[in-house]
């Protein structure tokens, strides 16, 4: 009886060590990355940004303000980043960066510092939305990359690096 106890209860750990590997494999590592894809925001200039258009590609997700001195230094990585990678039609990394302020202030910056990836206006309640990311504290910059199946692969808050950017690059 307790040997087919110790069986039974072994291929039963077997069994969820594999599920466990296949739901991650499929991306659905964090309920807050999948909440991502039903999200829409507003683009500076007025028109919408709806989360779903990017999925089935990785993305690289970055928070940011104007008001925030880091976050400006690294938008020209970014930008390189998005040109760099985005791949022929298409077909490689996208970009999407979540304005943490308010309409005036970004259409102005971006006037002065345009860039080539989607910008959308999270305002206030973005710090939120990255908090459930992983940022606890809510500082900026913040920025999360996801595979192409929507999984959570990097997080990091605080400015990012040309170094980090190769790396994420590769995975």
């Known amino acids: 009886m307790n040997r087919r106890a110790l069986m039974l209860g072994g291929a039963g750990a077997a069994a969820g060590v594999v599920g466990a590997g296949l739901w991650q494999w499929q991306g659905r590592t964090d309920p807050a990355a999948a909440a991502i894809w039903a999200l829409r925001f507003e683009r500076p200039d007025g028109s919408p940004l709806v989360m779903t258009a990017f999925r089935g590609r990785p993305l690289l997700l970055n928070f940011w303000a104007t008001w925030c001195p880091p976050c400006v230094k690294e938008l020209p990585l970014i930008d390189q980043f998005q040109r760099e990678q985005?791949?022929?039609?298409?077909?490689?990394?996208?970009?999407?960066?979540?304005?943490?302020?308010?309409?005036?202030?970004?259409?102005?910056?971006?006037?002065r510092q345009p860039v080539s990836f989607d910008v959308g206006l999270a305002g206030l309640e973005g710090i939120d939305l990255a908090r459930t990311l992983g940022n606890s504290g809510g500082g900026l910059p913040f920025t999360i990359a996801l595979d192409r199946h929507g999984g959570i692969i990097q997080r990091k808050l605080g400015s990012l690096q040309a170094a980090d950017l190769a790396r994420w690059a590769r995975t």
């Open 86 to 111: 985005r791949g022929p039609a298409g077909t490689g990394w996208q970009v999407v960066g979540l304005a943490v302020d308010q309409r005036a202030p970004v259409l102005a910056f971006l006037q």
